[in-house]
Structures are given as C-alpha cells and as structure tokens.
C-alpha cells in the first residue's frame, strides 16, 4: 500500500514546487512549515530562512489586525478565496497579492494550521490603474471617443460624443456609424475602414459629420486600429474634435483679410486717382463687397441751374436701369435723413422704419424696384461740412448689415471725400493751368510783332543818331534781345505745353556747332574765358538750331552764375553710342535743396542774386530739347563750388529718333 502513495507523493511534491504561485503553509502560532521555490522568489528569501518565522512578520502593519481577523476565520474551518491584500518582501518592500487561504485539518478533522496561495498581482494592479485612468480620460474628454467594429457598428460611446453629436450613448450602440455622416460624404467611410484594413492610421482628417439635430459640424478626425491579443485588427478607434469655432475663426481671419486687402488696394486708388467717375466706383464696389451687400450706390449731389438737387450715380451689384425709371430718392423721409447731415442710417428692416412708407407717390418702394430690407446709408462730407452725396446699400435679408460694415463704409467714405475735394481742386488747377497755357501762347504771339518794329526802328535810329546818343541806343537794343529771348521763351512753352514744338532733324557735325556756338558767346561775352575740349569728328542727327539752343542756354547760364570768375570749361566726348557734353563754371552753384528743382518749369532758386535776371524757362526747355533727342541731362554741384551740367545725346538712326518723339507726344497725351 505504502509503495502505490509515494509517486502520488512525489508527483505533489513535483506540482508544489512547479507552482508559479507562492504556497506557505503555517500552524496556528503562525510558523511558517513549508514553502515553495515560487515563495522563495516572492519574498526574496530562500527556504531556510523563511521556515521557521512568523507570517505576520510578512504582512504589512498596515492589514496585519484585517488579517488576523481573517485568519480566525480560517480557523473555523472557512476557506477564503482570491483576497486582494498586501504582503512585504525580506526588503520591507510591499507589493500587492491575489491571496487565497484555507485551513489545514489532521485526520480527525481539526484544523491544525492554514496554507496561503498568493499570487504577485502587481502588473494586473498597474495594468487596472492605466485601464482605470484611461477610461477615466475617455468618458471626461471633451472629443468624441468611439470604437466601432470593422463593420461600422459602434461599440462604444464617450461622454464628449455625447456633446458634440447630442446622441446619448443607449441611442447609438449597436447602430452604423453612418447615422454620423452627411449623404454626401459616405464614402469617406469605406476609404478610412480600408486604410485600417491595412493597418494604416487616419490623422487629423479635417471633414464634416452631423449633430442628431441634423446641423453640420466640422470636426478633426483620427481613427486607429484595434487589435486583440493576438495583434489582428478587431475594430477601430475614432477621436473627433469639433473644430467649428476654429473654422469659423479661421474665416474670419480669411475675410478680415480679405477686407484689409480690399481697404488697402481702395486706399491707394482713390489716393492715385484724380478722376470723380473712378473715385466713385471704385468705393461704390469695394464698399458693397465689403458689406455683403447686394447692390450698392453712391448719389452724388449736384445743383441744376435752377437750383434744384439731383443725384448722379455710380452702382455696384446691379444694372442702372434698375434705378433710371424712379424719382429723386432725397425727395423721401429716408433718403432726407442721409442728405441733412444727420449721420449715418443703419436699420434691421427698413419697412418697419417709421420713416419708411411716407412719401407719394409709391409710399414705399416702387413696383420694381430692387428688394431692400436691410438698409445701410453714409453720408460722405467735405471738408467744408457740404454732403456731397452718399453711399447707400441694400439686401433682401434682414440684419444683414453690422457696426463693423457701418466703420468700415465711414471710414472710405471720409477717404472717398478727401479724394473727391482733391479731385475738384485738380481739375480746377488743371483748368487755370489751360487758361495759363492759352495766356501765354496769345501774348508771346501778340509781343512779338510790336518787338519786330521796335527792334527794326532801333536798328535805324543807330545808324543815324549823334554819337553821344549812340550808347543809349545800343543799349535799347540790348534790352529788346533780352525782351525777345523771354518772349522766344515764353513762346516755346506754350509749343512744348500744346505739344507743338517742331524739330527738324539733319546729320550735321556737332563739334563744329558747339565751336560755332562758343564763338559767337565769347563776341558778345568778354568776361570770360571758354576752353573747349572735343575728341575729334562728331556726326549725329538733331535738330541744329534746337541743339545750338541748348549751347547757348547753358553757356551763358555758366557765365551768369560765375560773376567772380572768369573761367568756363566746355567738353565733349564720343563713345560707340553716345556724345557726352559737360559745361562747367566755378561759380555759386547750387545746393541740394535746389538741384531737385532746377530743370522745372518757372523755378528760380531762392538765394539766386536778384540782379541775375530771367523767368526759369531756360533749362526747362533745354531739358525738353535734350529729352525729344532721346538724351538725358543732368546737374552736379555744391554751394560755391561751381556746377557742371551734363548732357548726353544718343548716336541713333533717324527713324530711332522720331520713334522716341512718338512716344512723348502719346506720353503727353
């Protein structure tokens, strides 16, 4: 009998040992017995060392009395199965433990000690506390948290689903997450489930999914694979965040850019332009896109000749002709409001304005009219407070028009009424300039035959005066060439300004013109020297008198402005393309402030001496000249240190020229 019970002993002693589970055994004072190797390894202990102690020593002060209590119950025979507790290890360290206790009975059924099977649950306790803190993270997310099956039914549903979609989560388990996605979009579904298929995941997919009201929401999306144990792909896992305030402010950033946009490019047109039609427009069809309104129109106010007000328009949004067949709109109580200067008129639904409705002969708006039920009217004011007209929209819909549209169309229209005043002051400059224009023209013309007597009659008189009146006579005809020569002035630029200043151009050498030139001055100037530095043979095509002109200009400029010299230095050069030609002086010369100015039209600088006469045409025209050759002039100076004008002409084909003279006249044009 004896041999058939030792391999049953063995085969237990095999299993106890084999255990993964920690097994201890006790009697009643509490001495540990037995252990296995399991035990060994749990409370790093060997087995000599264990045997013998006192379990208590084993478990935390923190449950010792709980288990004491335990343990009496053990004693009475109960069994207790699977209690979580804690126990400490031969390094005061404590871990957690699945215990199960049961009581040891001798042969007569009296129990006689207890045995402990515990098991190490840390990593269960850990992988339960993540588990713990997820779902605590999932159900208090603000995104929406859903898991769905390969096959699109939902198998769970987070509390931040519950807010973004309005379903509770008893109304969607077990449903296809189709209930979720806009018509349109289903097939959006089948592209997200087979890139899971595949392993593949969905981030940050920006879409549009429905609330159970049936509004759209426009949500972020990220979907996962879940997998089981065994790493097969189960289902998947769906954040969503709403992001519909993030679009919407994404939106309006875009439009306030947009608008920004729309305000710069109408700033700087109404700034640049000068033309009252243009002006108008342009802020009639910024401001109407800007305020979302569907047609726009600016009524600018004018006077008849019988003293009457009437408007003329410019429209944004709509055809003239949806206005051309109604009255005056000032003649109404609304439009009045705009036109007394009472400020700007923002209404909701101007039908239900108690100023609406009051004027015959329509009481209302007229049969045919565009429908207006938002109204937004700014009066646009001078400087001088005059309204000179306003800016008016229109939409179908009510509330349509807000207090940021209202600032936005105050601040164009106070743009739009600079741009208008300096409209006004343009074309009224640009009319005396004409009247200035014609002036001279007529009176250089009519001067000039009066002059041709004087000069002929003096010419006379010299020959047959006394002499000791002779000295008065040349110097009468002194005075009436410097008479003429402002006349001739005068007389070019009212050529140059009605674009009639002829050229006739020649080759000719123009080396031997500026010697030519120079001699002539130095017969008629003899306080000064001119040195001349050429660089041989110089042939181009010009106009020779016109070119002699700009010599002559020039030269007796550099004299006129060297009182206390007597020195003046005159270069030419010529290169592959051009001839270069420099007049120099050591006389006043001119500061920075002035050589900005010099080549304008009736400029004379500021600290010029009073005795040096003349009307600042001279190198107005000489710069004409230059310019109608294709050249280029230009002035290098400092304050008493002299100036040097330099001039270039280009060595070009005459049918090169008169192209370049085709082009300033379309310029002038």
Not at 58 to 66: A, D, F, H, Y
Not at 488 to 515: H, P, V
């Amino acid at each position: 009998m004896k041999n058939n019970l030792l391999p049953d002993l063995f085969t237990l002693t095999a299993i106890f040992e084999g255990m993964e589970d920690a097994v201890l055994s006790h009697d009643l004072d509490y001495i540990i017995l037995n252990c296995n190797t399991a035990a060994e390894k749990m409370f790093r202990c060997p087995a000599p060392v264990l045997l013998g102690q006192n379990i208590l020593g084993l478990i935390p002060e923190s449950v010792r009395q709980e288990q004491l209590a335990i343990l009496e119950r053990v004693w009475s025979g109960e069994r207790v199965n699977h209690l979580y507790t804690v126990r400490n290890d031969k390094l005061h360290v404590d871990f957690p433990v699945s215990l199960t206790i049961s009581p040891i009975k001798n042969e007569e059924g009296e129990v006689i000690g207890a045995s402990h099977i515990m098991r190490d649950v840390t990593d269960e306790r850990e992988t339960e506390e993540k588990r713990g803190m997820l779902a605590a993270i999932v159900e208090n997310s603000d995104d929406a948290i859903i898991s769905k099956t390969l096959n699109g039914i939902i198998t769970t549903w987070n509390g931040g689903a519950e807010k973004i979609f309005g379903y509770q989560e008893r109304e969607t388990i077990g449903k296809h997450i189709s209930i979720l996605i806009p018509r349109d979009r289903l097939s959006e579904e089948d592209i997200i489930i087979k890139n899971i298929r595949n392993g593949n995941k969905v981030d940050h997919f920006q879409t549009v999914r429905l609330h159970k009201n049936g509004s759209a929401i426009d949500i972020s999306l990220t979907v996962s694979p879940v997998k089981d144990r065994h790493g097969t792909i189960i289902g998947a896992s769906k954040i969503a965040r709403d992001i519909t305030a993030a679009k919407k402010a994404e939106t309006a950033i875009r439009h306030q850019a947009e608008k920004l946009k729309i305000l710069n490019t109408i700033g700087k047109a109404i700034s640049e332009k000068l033309d009252t039609e243009s002006i108008l427009q342009k802020v009639t069809d910024a401001t109407t896109q800007i305020t979302g309104a569907t047609f726009g129109v600016f009524f600018y106010n004018t006077i008849n000749q019988d003293g009457e007000a009437y408007m003329l328009y410019s429209l944004s949004g709509a055809p003239k002709e949806a206005f051309e067949n109604f009255g005056m709109p000032r003649n109404t109580a609304v439009f009045h409001h705009t036109f007394s200067v009472e400020g700007v008129l923002r209404v909701d639904d101007i039908t239900k304005d108690p100023r609406y409705g009051q004027n015959a002969p329509y009481f209302g708006m007229p049969e045919g009219h565009l429908p207006v039920v938002s109204y937004l009217a700014v009066p646009v004011i001078s400087s001088s407070g005059n309204v000179v007209g306003g800016l008016f929209f229109g939409h179908p819909e009510a509330g349509v028009f807000l207090q940021e549209h209202e600032d936005i169309v105050v601040s164009l229209a106070s743009q739009a009424a600079v741009a208008l005043d300096n409209s006004r002051l343009f074309t009224e400059v640009k009319e005396l300039s004409q009247k200035k224009d014609e002036f001279i023209a007529l009176a250089s013309h009519e001067l000039r035959t009066p002059l041709t007597s004087m000069s002929g009659f003096l010419q006379l008189l010299e020959r047959k005066v006394i002499d000791v009146h002779q000295p008065f006579v040349a110097k009468a005809i002194t005075q009436l060439k410097k008479l003429n020569a402002l006349i001739n002035d005068l007389f070019d630029i009212s050529k140059i300004q009605s674009g009639k200043l002829q050229f006739y151009f020649e080759e000719f050498d123009f080396a031997e013109l500026i010697k030519e030139n120079l001699e002539a001055i130095l017969e008629a100037y003899t306080s000064h020297e001119i040195y001349f530095e050429e660089s041989g043979e110089m042939i181009l095509e010009g106009d020779k008198m016109r070119l002699d002109q700009v010599l002559t200009n020039l030269v007796t400029n550099a004299i006129k402005y060297s009182p206390e010299s007597d020195r003046i230095e005159v270069s030419a050069k010529r290169s592959e393309t051009e001839i270069q030609v420099s007049v120099k002086d050591y006389g006043m010369g001119i500061n920075e402030e002035n050589i900005s100015h010099i080549f304008s039209q009736f400029y004379r600088a500021k600290d010029v001496n009073s005795s040096i006469t003349g009307l600042g045409l001279g190198l107005y025209i000489t710069k004409e000249i230059i310019e109608r050759h294709g050249g280029r002039i230009w002035v290098e100076s400092e304050a008493r240190m002299g100036s040097t004008f330099f001039f270039v002409l280009p060595l070009k084909k005459r049918n090169s020229v008169n192209s370049h003279l085709r082009k300033k006249e379309e310029e002038r044009v």
